[in-house]
């Protein structure tokens, strides 16, 4: 038994664990398998981008970030706040239509609860995966609530990212806000 995953990923990896493997003909959405004995493949269409990111579970609902004596598991987090990307760079995927245009992001809320767990969990390191950090207006408040964090609780240590392709004011803001409190 083999499958592909065509687009991203977070609701077709619980789909496919869900099919057994005896199942003949599978109907998972944007994704191929291959039959281990005949060899058949069966791909489904396309799905439709996940435009409501709300419905995309935290993996921190889940995931321990401490061990049995409470010292942090992970000494950096990698997170997405936002999926998407405006431009066509010749070099990258995320703005050809293989992610999306049209950034779109998480909701605030999830990002606050998220942070604030991995701040009192002590891991020292948070590095956004997104493609343009400081291209949307409510990146300033994501700013504002790392500038928070590290007021109140003293991490994170380091906050890495992929700046915006265009610093505009907002971009430079954010920098000398993150800059401003340490």
Same mark, same amino acid.
Request: proline letters at 5%; aromatic letters at 8%.
């Given at each position: ?48 981008? +996940? ?47 293989? #992610? ?15 942070w604030e767990k991995i701040v009192r969990a002590g891991i020292p390191n948070i ?12 990146? #300033? ?10 007021? +109140? ?18 971009? +430079?803001? #954010? ?8």
């Amino acid at each position: 038994f083999g499958s592909r995953t065509l687009g991203k990923r977070s609701f077709t990896a619980s789909t496919i664990a869900a099919v057994s493997s005896t199942d003949s003909v599978v109907c998972v959405t944007t994704a191929s398998r291959s039959g281990f004995f005949t060899g058949a493949v069966a791909t489904s269409a396309p799905r439709e981008r +996940q435009r409501d990111l709300a419905r995309v579970p935290s993996p921190f609902e889940v995931l321990e970030l401490t061990d049995a004596e409470g010292r942090p598991r992970y000494d950096a987090v990698t997170y997405e706040t936002t999926r998407g990307c405006p431009y066509k760079c010749a070099f990258c995927e995320w703005g050809t239509g293989a #992610i999306g245009t049209k950034m779109i992001g998480f909701p605030m809320e999830r990002l606050r609860r998220d942070w604030e767990k991995i701040v009192r969990a002590g891991i020292p390191n948070i590095w956004l995966a997104d493609s343009n950090f400081g291209a949307l207006k409510d990146d #300033i408040e994501k700013a504002r609530l790392v500038c928070e964090l590290k007021e +109140q609780h003293g991490l994170p240590r380091t906050f890495a990212t992929s700046w915006s392709k265009k610093h505009s004011p907002r971009v +430079q803001q #954010i920098v000398l806000m993150l800059h401003e409190h340490g």
